[in-house]
């Protein structure tokens, strides 16, 4: 079981809980959250989103203190602690499974059950709006960590997660794949920069968890790029909310890597771990093409690949291009000024176009004259 306590304990969220093949259907699931409910006695509880088997458990689940599950109150109660347009979403992919499967889910309980979100929002906007007061984060002072999903190749998952290799080269290889230009921008559950390591896999886990397994049928993998803070001259346009942020400039976002973290959902305990030093160049893409930097095209191709470096021969043209140009903008018009001033060429009759060139020209002989 993974959670998130407040400092002052007023807030507990449970962000991954799991029993393993072989040790189900003993209760342990529902002794560890009842543990978390007498270790922060008075805290709010966000159960947070489920997947296929957390719907079923938590339908067979007693809930010890369903006064405390932030699910079942309206959101000006808890506001101040969890993001109640992020919970609103929780709770309606939670209601989906209960209306697939035909389960009660502690329907009963459940604050705004089968009620839309609007009709929430209207009640409760002040909820749902950014606190005046919350903390704002600079790009330029803090280091930032952002998670994404892939699904690898089944060659390239052994061995990205398999420890007997170097780590830093299992890194690489990772990057490789990613394409150190295609960092993620924000999309369902990924993509946002994060104040803290653990927030970033999080989202990760809580993408490959909101799948519910519907990969494209290879194994998934959870990353967390770590990067230094931005230069202060280039900082892009970007929103902050508390503890984490989001890019909205539509250009792309040069980084500097600090390190990478990964790890699999069937083995969380198990993460890798890499510090880069000297940092690695990255970069979240461009939302469209056309707004690429010459910095990000230098770079990276269309895929956000590294592009390869150039050859001797490349980089002395490249380094004599404005040369190589200034002379051959003169000799072409050292051609057209010789062209300009040269006197017509007399023109030759050429062979018939239907006779080979090569062959001298016949004349026909003369028509016999007749008697």
Same mark, same amino acid.
């Given at each position: ?32 959250? !009842? ?54 979403? !929780? ?46 984060? !600079? ?13 690898? *190749? ?11 290799? *170097? ?100 083995? *969380? ?16 893409? *461009? ?85």
């Amino acid at each position: 079981m993974k959670f998130h306590a407040h400092p002052q304990g007023a807030a507990v969220e449970v962000s991954m809980l799991e029993v393993l093949d072989g040790f189900r259907g003993r209760g342990l699931a529902s002794l560890l959250v !009842d543990t978390v409910y007498e270790a922060y006695p008075d805290a709010w509880i966000n159960h947070g989103v489920r997947t296929v088997d957390g719907a079923y458990w938590w339908d067979r689940y007693r809930d010890p203190a369903p006064e405390r599950n932030i699910h079942n109150r309206p959101p000006g109660e808890w506001a101040a602690f969890f993001m109640a347009s992020r919970v609103a979403a !929780d709770k309606s992919r939670n209601a989906s499974w209960n209306r697939h499967f035909g389960l009660d889910g502690h329907g009963t309980a459940e604050y705004r059950y089968r009620q839309r979100l609007e009709t929430e929002f209207i009640g409760h906007d002040q909820s749902f709006r950014r606190r005046e007061d919350m903390p704002v984060i !600079d790009p330029a002072v803090e280091p930032l960590h952002v998670g994404h999903l892939v699904y690898l *190749p089944p060659g390239l998952h052994r061995y990205v997660h398999d420890s007997r290799h *170097p780590a830093e080269r299992r890194a690489h290889a990772l990057l490789d794949h990613v394409g150190h230009g295609n960092l993620p921008r924000p999309e369902d559950h990924t993509g946002w920069w994060n104040t803290s390591p653990g927030a970033a896999l999080d989202d990760a886990l809580h993408r490959e968890l909101a799948a519910g397994g519907r990969g494209p049928g290879l194994p998934a993998t959870q990353l967390a790029f770590h990067a230094r803070p931005l230069s202060e001259g280039e900082v892009p346009e970007y929103e902050s909310a508390g503890s984490y942020l989001e890019y909205i400039d539509g250009g792309d976002v040069q980084v500097e890597l600090a390190g990478l973290s990964w790890r699999r959902i069937s083995a *969380p305990w198990i993460l890798h771990s890499v510090v880069f030093d000297p940092p690695v160049e990255a970069a979240v893409p *461009p939302l469209y093409p056309e707004a690429a930097s010459e910095t990000y095209v230098e770079r990276y191709d269309e895929a956000g690949a590294r592009r390869a470096p150039l050859t001797p021969w490349e980089q002395l043209i490249t380094e004599r291009a404005e040369e190589l140009r200034t002379v051959a903008d003169r000799l072409l018009d050292g051609v057209a000024a010789r062209a300009a001033t040269a006197p017509p060429r007399p023109s030759v009759r050429g062979p018939a176009p239907d006779q080979d060139p090569r062959q001298p020209q016949s004349t026909p002989a003369p028509r016999p004259r007749s008697s």
